[in-house]
């Protein structure tokens, strides 16, 4: 990413993706109680791709070009 405010939108984009993703997976998980998501495989799945979804775009904003910028 070459713009500063694309490289951040990237980073708060995909934190909240891997944070969302984390709770999903947990209530999913029977980990987290208190939701109608709770003990629900589905969420578990769901959870699971948006952390790795939030992962790659936390990698992609926080790597730096290759012509030392």
Same mark, same amino acid.
């Given at each position: 990413?070459?713009?500063? #405010?694309?490289?951040?939108?990237?980073?708060?984009?995909? #934190?909240? #993706?891997?944070?969302? $993703?984390?709770?999903? /997976?947990?209530?999913? #998980?029977?980990?987290?109680?208190?939701?109608?998501?709770? $003990?629900?495989?589905?969420?578990?799945?769901?959870?699971?791709?948006? /952390?790795?979804?939030? %992962?790659?775009?936390?990698?992609?904003? %926080?790597?730096?070009?290759?012509?030392?910028?």
């Amino acid at each position: 990413m070459k713009s500063r #405010a694309g490289r951040i939108t990237l980073i708060v984009v995909g #934190a909240i #993706a891997l944070l969302v $993703g984390v709770v999903f /997976a947990g209530q999913g #998980a029977n980990l987290i109680p208190g939701s109608s998501m709770t $003990g629900d495989r589905t969420w578990l799945y769901i959870g699971l791709v948006l /952390a790795v979804v939030g %992962i790659v775009l936390l990698v992609l904003g %926080i790597r730096r070009r290759k012509d030392g910028s």
